[in-house]
């Protein structure tokens, strides 16, 4: 199923890890929402001009750009500063943390994660929209 451009409820995943990306479309459509899925970060900056999503779910170690490349990209638009970016990561030094933060980032998870925290962390942070 292709992702529906302008759709509602459209998130997009930017992860090169397969099975995580499967888990989180899963319970993403579980929830409603329609999902694309990038696996580095060339594709995700692709992606996200393509269908305009609602969210991004960002991995920080990605092949190509890495997510912090990627963040710095859509956050240089000022017509997507309010689009929340769920950072993931296994980087849990404070330095990455608070610099994605600083970088424009709607919230930071550290993997491995409860998918379910993540949902919910999203669902807020599109709520507050």
Do not use: C, W
């Amino acid at each position: 199923m292709h992702p529906r451009m302008g759709s509602a409820n459209l998130i997009l995943i930017a992860d090169d890890e397969p099975l995580l990306t499967e888990l989180l479309e899963y319970r993403l459509r579980a929830k409603g929402f329609d999902t694309a899925i990038a696996r580095d970060g060339r594709e995700a900056l692709e992606q996200f001009e393509a269908v305009r999503p609602n969210a991004v779910v960002l991995d920080a170690m990605m092949p190509v750009h890495d997510g912090f490349e990627v963040l710095r990209r859509i956050r240089s638009n000022e017509a997507h500063s309010d689009i929340p970016i769920i950072m993931l990561s296994a980087r849990r030094s404070q330095a990455d943390i608070v610099g994605a933060l600083e970088m424009g980032a709607s919230d930071y998870i550290v993997k491995p994660f409860l998918p379910e925290e993540l949902m919910i962390r999203l669902q807020r942070l599109l709520a507050g929209r």
